[in-house]
């Protein structure tokens, strides 16, 4: 089992989403998770003022699947129509680890210093992710209200019962909701509004570019660990031409044994810091900004379905209104959907807004981090090659 | 893969100072199967219909574009002067600057006649600065006459590059493709390299045939075409594999020494090319960054013009530029991953096999002595018969054939006694020069990541700026 601790402090400040975890009233975070076989379970730790929880304090395990539990079921709410739904955290990915993982069960291999290493970074990765979905919803003045939130922070017990009912209940429902969204949004629904007009054009055309950035940046990423891992295997068969006893050469290889040891150290696990660092700035930023602005879009696409509704209702009490029959209550249904429309509009227009600046803020911090550890490690191996050049000079 | 290569004389021949090819000429090359996957079909160019004159003439075809051009220069090599008594070298201190360049394209192939530049102070040569045009056979029968004078002694010569089919077929494909262009700079490098661990081995360096392939004007063109086919190269491999394994007498080691350093050579020999895959790797790896940096240097564009906040769309533009120059960063770095360690890994992995050989050779030689012994045990056995036989004339032929077997047993003694010799000292100089060469290369190759990274440390430091005035 493999297990990571966060030591840093509570008020931690993720990269993605800043701004988090400011309320003191209701503060989450996500201090421990294990690995076990083919599961995650994350220690949820809750500490909280309102008097809505029963305890100020809470620490439950939930599993991956109790998240999108969560998520699925704000989405279908439909108070939450005309919010930005925090985008679900994906699935841990543990592929490559989780074979060795069974390995280990049965007492087979053991694992390598590096398969552990990658392992523990997929673990923080996806600790940061799941943890920056709660810490989304506590932070929204809605969402942290959320019935089934407390449940999820709270309820001592599985939570797998209720996700069983749940599915039941809405299974895959929105999902066509959406797709049938999607086309009236496309069919071109005449916006009159402006600005909506403009968030439109806008979240469509980046939507597709970042995710083509996130795409590329995997790419880039991953080819990165991959120079790293060959610069490991390269410094490892050279600490075994040097450390042989038996082979040519022996008496002068020993003077570099030293230097070889500093190099592995220099350009190897630099090279791996770097395309990690590169990693959780870049690539995991334009992972969940792909996400959220999926999110956005979804919200544009309830809105439009709004707008749709309302448009049919005018035509319903048109038609209504020429039988002379119920007219009172296409009246009404008009009214009603003339005010879901108008308030979809309205927090649309505060969440989109917001959802701008909270894009410019992160991209911002991200991306001064990434180039201050680029900077950091860069300089780092610069003074380790120079410290084994002189060695190898000097001799 | 063990296959003992070593040019092979035949058996009647074991004079040590020949100074011309008496043996039939070959070619020493070595197994480059696991190592060089393309390299591996070696077919005969030099075929009949591609004689002297060819239809197009040699045409300029590549300017020598590339990246980084390693020039090798042996005046790193610093001569220490506790060497061998044996040794016979100048005590000038060595200094010989050799440039292969100007890759010319002759018939089918890319990288055939080539400018060879020598500059020395040495007095073995006649003139300070030479500079004549050789073709790539004209290597390649250099090396083959060398290797014919004297693996048999015990020396290492170093091997030749190889012709690499497959880099010849992709040339034909594009004009001005990469991998052509690659394949140009390797053959030139490679030759560079080759020509100065020749003069650096102190034997070689006066050899007349390397002084009048590095000197004179016109070079004949003695080497037979046949030498150089594939299938020529082949039945010598074949043939000389064949003679270590029938040895029917398993040579009996007396000297320690020997037995630990072919058992350590061949240790070295599996390391070294594991490192050398790794290295392969690397720079495949390395080039896929490359590539995929690039790709992403432009889709961080495209994101940049999409973005509708102001200062992060400048932002995202300049992070777009950024990651564009590293990917040339990353570029150079491969060049220099490839020319200077996986090409010098790949070359050490061919001297050892030469190393390996001559180890053969003296087994070889061995056996020869052996057999001699045998010879003459037989006629002693003759003679003693025909002391009985009464036989006046044919007597008098077997005392002289027992002379005749006496002298030759004595010659083999002789010569199995100074190849052993030569190889010890060969091995020493090999062992040092070698490091020297490894280090020598290291050091430089660490200077190129350091330089990388100094680079990087601008274009972040450069940037860092912008990021911050996202407002």
Not at chain 1, 127 to 152: A, G, T, W, Y
Request: aromatic share 6%.
């Amino acid at each position: 089992m493999t297990s990571i601790s966060e030591d840093s402090d509570k008020e931690k400040v993720h990269s993605v989403s800043v701004d988090l975890n400011n309320d003191a009233s209701l503060v989450i975070d996500i201090p421990d998770a294990l690995c076990e076989r083919d599961k995650v379970k994350f220690t949820v730790h809750t500490k909280t003022t309102l008097s809505s929880f029963q305890k100020p304090e809470y620490s439950v395990q939930r599993q991956h699947e109790d998240f999108i539990w969560l998520h699925d079921t704000i989405v279908e709410t439909e108070e939450y129509a005309g919010l930005i739904i925090p985008p679900a955290p994906p699935k841990p990915d543990f592929e490559g680890p989780r074979e060795k993982m069974h390995k280990l069960g049965e007492g087979e291999s053991s694992m390598t210093k590096e398969e552990y290493a990658k392992m523990k970074q997929e673990l923080e990765k996806t600790v940061q992710v799941h943890e920056v979905f709660l810490q989304r919803l506590s932070s929204h003045p809605m969402f942290r209200k959320d019935r089934n939130f407390q449940i999820f922070l709270e309820y001592d017990q599985d939570l797998t019962v209720r996700r069983k009912n749940a599915k039941e209940m809405f299974g895959g429902f929105f999902k066509n909701m959406v797709k049938s969204a999607d086309e009236v949004l496309i069919s071109g629904v005449k916006e009159v509004d402006e600005f909506f007009e403009q968030e439109k054009n806008f979240l469509l055309d980046y939507s597709s570019k970042i995710k083509d950035a996130t795409a590329k940046a995997e790419k880039m990423t991953r080819s990165h660990k991959n120079v790293a891992d060959d610069y490991n295997h390269i410094s490892g068969a050279l600490n075994n031409t040097a450390a042989d006893n038996n082979t040519a050469f022996k008496k002068h290889l020993e003077k570099c044994a030293e230097v070889f040891e500093k190099l592995r150290v220099s350009i190897s696990k630099v090279e791996d810091r770097m395309a990690s660092d590169q990693e959780l700035k870049l690539t995991e930023l334009l992972r969940y900004y792909t996400r959220d602005i999926q999110a956005a879009k979804d919200l544009l696409y309830r809105r439009a379905r709004a707008l749709a509704d309302y448009e049919n209702s005018n035509k319903a009490l048109d038609k209504a209104r020429l039988k002379g029959k119920d007219v009172a209550q296409a009246e009404e249904n008009q009214k009603q959907c003339l005010q879901k429309f108008d308030k979809l509009s309205e927090s649309g227009k505060k969440e989109l807004t917001s959802f701008k600046a909270r894009r410019v803020v992160a991209f911002r911090k991200n991306l001064i981090e990434m180039t201050e550890l680029e900077i950091k490690h860069a300089k780092n191996s610069v003074s380790l090659l120079q410290g084994s050049i002189e060695i190898l000079k000097s001799n | 893969m063990e296959s003992p290569e070593a040019a092979r004389l035949s058996a009647e021949d074991i004079s040590p100072s020949s100074n011309g090819p008496k043996a039939e000429p070959m070619l020493l090359d070595d197994d480059p199967d696991d190592l060089f996957a393309e390299a591996t079909e070696e077919v005969s160019l030099d075929s009949p219909e591609r004689q002297p004159i060819l239809s197009d003439g040699p045409s300029p075809v590549i300017t020598p574009v590339t990246p980084v051009m390693i020039s090798s220069r042996a005046d790193v090599f610093d001569r220490s002067p506790d060497q061998d008594e044996d040794e016979e070298e100048n005590r000038d201190t060595f200094d010989i600057q050799i440039s292969v360049s100007d890759p010319e394209k002759v018939g089918k192939d890319v990288c055939d006649s080539l400018s060879l530049c020598l500059q020395t102070s040495l007095s073995i040569f006649s003139r300070d600065e030479v500079c004549v045009k050789r073709r790539f056979s004209d290597f390649l029968g250099l090396h083959s006459k060398l290797a014919s004078k004297y693996m048999h002694m015990g020396y290492i010569v170093p091997p030749a590059p190889e012709k690499s089919i497959v880099g010849m077929t992709k040339v034909k494909v594009g004009k001005e493709d990469l991998s052509s262009v690659e394949f140009v700079e390797k053959r030139r490098s490679a030759l560079e390299r080759y020509l100065l661990r020749t003069v650096k081995h102190p034997a070689l360096l006066k050899d007349p045939d390397v002084l009048q392939f590095l000197e004179s004007s016109e070079l004949p063109r003695a080497v037979s075409t046949q030498a150089l086919s594939g299938a020529g190269i082949l039945r010598m491999v074949n043939k000389a594999a064949d003679a270590v394994n029938k040895m029917t007498i398993k040579m009996n080691e007396s000297d320690a020494w020997f037995e630990e350093k072919q058992q350590q050579f061949e240790n070295l020999d599996v390391q070294l090319r594991k490192l050398h895959a790794s290295v392969e790797s690397l720079v495949c790896h390395r080039k896929e960054l490359s590539v995929n940096t690039a790709s992403f240097a432009k889709s961080a564009a495209m994101l940049g013009n999409s973005e509708d906040h102001t200062a992060l769309s400048r932002a995202l533009s300049q992070l777009a530029e950024v990651e564009e120059k590293i990917d040339q960063l990353h570029q150079d770095q491969a060049c220099a991953d490839f020319y200077l360690i996986s090409e010098l890994l790949g070359d050490y992995v061919r001297l050892i096999t030469a190393v390996k050989g001559v180890f053969d050779q003296r087994m070889k030689t061995w056996a020869k002595c052996q057999d001699a012994q045998v010879m003459l045990q037989r006629k002693r056995e003759a003679e003693a018969k025909l002391q009985h036989a009464n036989k006046p004339d044919k007597l008098q032929q077997a005392k002289d054939e027992i002379r005749e077997w006496e002298g030759k047993v004595q010659q083999g003694e002789r010569d199995f006694e100074q190849i052993s010799k030569n190889i010890r000292r060969e091995v020493g100089r090999f062992e040092k020069d070698r490091v020297k060469d490894f280090r020598v290369v290291i050091i430089k190759y660490l200077e190129s990541l350091v330089h990388t990274q100094q680079q990087m440390i601008k274009y972040w430091e450069a940037f860092l700026p912008e990021a911050k005035a996202i407002a």
